[in-house]
């Protein structure tokens, strides 16, 4: 069944929409929290915010502690160490801990969790409890109309497709109006063009609802293109947070610069202005940071495959040769290894074909600072 209803202008949510009194305000803190089981450390001491009217996404592989954070928030896991607060009042420590349901926090599952035997209405009205009839009937109305389902209100889940059901999921976790929104792998249910068109829906859906929510997600992609800030978890750590373009481009380390995108390391030395590699010597200027610390010592310089351009050559002036290339569609991504011994990555049209073995020079075509590190 697919799914071709659009988000529509919803009167009710506009003056919500950008109704953020202070965008600084913190909604969610978490301070040094902790959690081990026997003698394995799940998130180790992680301290972070979450401001009001903010979408921050945890990005991480497997493993890497971000479910178990999410779940601490929530309420489903007690925090070894550390502080968790909602809005200034604390929800767990060394002697609090509150409920799930007494923290005023939403979540939407990964699996959506819609009740079978309760059509749409019913399944979002189902937090409404303390509310009368006429008020719920209300907010139902207000949520059908923000998540464009008004035609779909009588139908049960199964009649719904993967994106309608996600909606309801979500109008049903923004019905009792929570503090905070917990997303657990939203889109992982999800074909890949459908998943694309719920994450741009989703995240237009909670920025006119302007509520806060968290994101969980090892889809890189996603959590670039949904997320107001992006926090790289690894080994139950945060390394880096920030805006995503920022943390795309200015990765402040070695992790976050191989997990992002397709990551590629130029090894070179620096002398004095200049550092030479195995695609030529550029004047040290072209880096995004200061390298005069390490003059005469070696560094690694990420390039990404939009940095890059391979250019055919003979094998006398050649720098490398290609290994490997992979169609996606309107592009190439080549695989060359250098004379040096890196591997580099270049992105080029679907009409630029090159054979593998063919001898290349490559053209360093990036016009922005490009991010170092200290050779390992």
């Known amino acids: 069944m697919q799914d071709n209803t659009q988000i529509g202008t919803t009167a009710a949510f506009d003056a919500v929409e950008t109704a953020v009194d202070d965008p600084s305000a913190e909604v969610l803190a978490l301070d040094g929290v902790s959690k081990t089981y026997g003698p394995e450390t799940a998130v180790d001491e992680l301290t972070l915010s979450v401001r009001d009217g903010e979408l921050l996404t945890l990005l991480g592989p497997s493993g890497c502690g971000k479910t178990t954070t999410l779940r601490m928030i929530a309420g489903l896991e007690r925090p070894t160490t550390g502080t968790v607060s909602i809005r200034n009042e604390v929800v767990a420590d060394e002697t609090t801990f509150r409920k799930p349901e007494e923290r005023n926090v939403g979540i939407v599952f990964q699996s959506y969790a819609l009740f079978p035997h309760l059509n749409v209405e019913e399944n979002i009205a189902f937090g409404l409890a303390e509310a009368d009839e006429r008020e719920t009937d209300q907010r139902v109305s207000e949520l059908l109309e923000l998540v464009s389902l008004e035609r779909h209100r009588q139908k049960m889940p199964n009649q719904l497709s993967g994106g309608q059901q996600q909606r309801v999921a979500l109008a049903r976790s923004l019905a009792p109006e929570p503090e905070v929104l917990l997303l657990d792998e939203p889109f992982s249910n999800l074909d890949v063009r459908l998943r694309v068109e719920m994450r741009e829906e989703v995240r237009e859906i909670l920025k006119r609802a302007g509520v806060t929510a968290i994101s969980v997600t090892h889809d890189q992609e996603e959590a670039l293109s949904i997320s107001d800030r992006v926090a790289i978890m690894n080994d ?141």
């Open 236 to 376: 139950g750590a945060v390394e880096q947070i920030g805006d995503p373009a920022e943390v795309f481009e200015n990765p402040e380390s070695r992790f976050v610069a191989s997990f992002l995108g397709q990551a590629s390391f130029l090894s070179g030395r620096v002398t004095d202005d200049t550092i030479e590699t195995g695609i030529g010597t550029f004047e040290t200027n072209r880096l995004n940071g200061p390298v005069e610390a390490y003059n005469g010592a070696t560094v690694d310089v990420l390039v990404r495959p939009d940095d890059l351009r391979a250019i055919p050559t003979a094998e006398s002036t050649a720098e490398g040769y290609v290994t490997q290339r992979q169609y996606n569609g309107p592009s190439f991504v080549y695989r060359v290894k250098l004379h040096s011994g890196d591997v580099v990555h270049c992105l080029h049209n679907h009409s630029e074909s090159f054979k593998p073995g063919e001898p290349v020079e490559i053209d360093l075509t990036a016009d922005h600072p490009l991010a170092w590190y200290p050779t390992e």
